[in-house]
């Protein structure tokens, strides 16, 4: 069974803080993604990555980094969390055409 | 670049009724079409995919038609169930699929 894992999945944290969001996957994708959920906005891509040591900006990469230090993890940092990043946030891996979504993390900045 | 332009919601319907949700979309190559279910709680999952203009896709009750000329792929349901209770969302990609443009997703509430 595929399996996209998030953590942690619900984390608080205050303005100017540092954010770690972390993914893995079991699936052996090459490509791994980022999004944020937002209503009124549907989902987001922040950042991807074709393969380990790879990061691509999405459209929506403002305030955000991205790391991906192998195959199976690929992680979303915030330097400086604003309120403004307060949100939902599922990472995804994927092939050609179909991605696999994890169950999110949801993320508040005080 | 790419948009995809979908019914907003809230939409709540009667178990039973039938379902259409809009989904019309802009690029300026050949896409791959795609509707989205996200279930409460869970990450969102691949309902169906077409990627030929004029094919009709489908799964679980769900089905659309992607219509090239229209640049439309409106889906729909004959009878829903309460179980049907999502939100949808209708997403394209283009070239050699690896990137998904997202629309702003319909809720569906269906009352027993």
């Known amino acids: 069974e595929a399996a996209v894992t998030q953590s942690p999945r619900n984390k608080v944290a205050v303005t100017g803080g540092k954010v770690t969001l972390s993914c893995n996957q079991t699936n052996n994708h090459n490509n791994m993604y980022w999004y944020r959920q937002d209503t009124g906005h549907g989902l987001r891509l922040i950042h991807y990555s074709y393969g380990a040591g790879s990061t691509e900006k999405g459209d929506i990469p403002d305030g955000y980094k991205a790391s991906r230090p192998s195959q199976e993890n690929f992680s979303l940092i915030l330097e400086l969390a604003t309120p403004s990043q307060t949100s939902v946030y599922f990472c995804?891996?994927?092939?050609?055409?179909?991605?696999?979504f994890g169950p999110g993390t949801r993320l508040t900045v005080l | 670049g790419d948009s995809v332009t979908q019914t907003e919601g809230p939409v709540t319907l009667s178990e039973g009724t039938s379902l259409t949700v809009n989904c019309s979309y802009e690029?300026?190559?050949?896409?791959?079409l795609f509707w989205y279910v996200q279930y409460p709680g869970e990450g969102p999952q691949l309902l169906f995919k077409?990627?030929?203009?004029?094919e009709k896709g489908s799964s679980r009750g769900f089905e659309a038609t992607y219509n090239k000329e229209a640049t439309s792929f409106h889906l729909q349901k004959a009878s829903v169930q309460e179980s049907d209770s999502a939100v949808y969302y209708c997403?394209?990609?283009?070239?050699?699929?690896?990137?998904?443009?997202f629309g702003t997703g319909t809720s569906l509430l269906v009352d027993p």
């Open positions: 690029t300026k190559q050949y896409p791959t």
């Open positions: 995804a891996s994927g092939g050609h055409y179909e991605q696999y």
């Open positions: 997403a394209l990609s283009e070239g050699m699929g690896y990137k998904l443009t």
């Open positions: 077409v990627p030929k203009a004029n």
